[in-house]
């Protein structure tokens, strides 16, 4: 099987032509046809999952990986420990967010609720290894 790369590449790049050429080379490089290539995977490893996290397909071992960048995901009660010590070092100014930031979309599952890592960095203003560093410390 290719990697999911090439085959999101060819996928794209060929699901506006039609016919049974196409098809057959569909069915070929990407074993299963253009259709439930795309809906069925998710976007940053792609492995087979119907879990939908705001709109965008993601399992749920990516969204707890911290290395996936635009995939991994904070439960609510880190991001307020790791907010109050940011706050506590001065890194961050009070007035920014209180506990929990206002403008990010958090959603529930089973960790409880979560929201993306760089939604709240942008929020915040912080850096991402900061954020990371005093989550680390926060669970020793």
Avoid at 85 to 113: E, F, H, L, Y
Wanted: aromatic residues 6%; glycine residues 6%.
């Amino acid at each position: 099987m290719y990697p999911f790369r090439v085959r999101m590449q060819v996928w794209s790049r060929t699901k506006w032509i039609v016919g049974a050429e196409m098809h057959a080379l569909r069915r070929k490089l990407l074993g299963c046809g253009h259709a439930g290539v795309i809906p069925n995977m998710c976007k940053a490893c792609g492995v087979r999952t119907r879990r939908n996290v705001m709109g965008t397909v993601l399992c749920e071992r990516c969204t707890a990986m911290p290395i996936m960048l635009n995939a991994y995901m904070v439960p609510r009660n880190t991001v307020s420990v790791v907010l109050r010590r940011m706050r506590d070092m001065n890194v961050i100014r009070s007035d920014v967010c209180a506990s929990q930031p206002r403008n990010v979309r958090w959603k529930s599952t089973r960790r409880g609720d979560v929201a993306f890592l760089h939604e709240i960095i942008a929020v915040t203003g912080a850096s991402r290894t900061l954020f990371r560093q005093i989550q680390v410390w926060s669970r020793l």
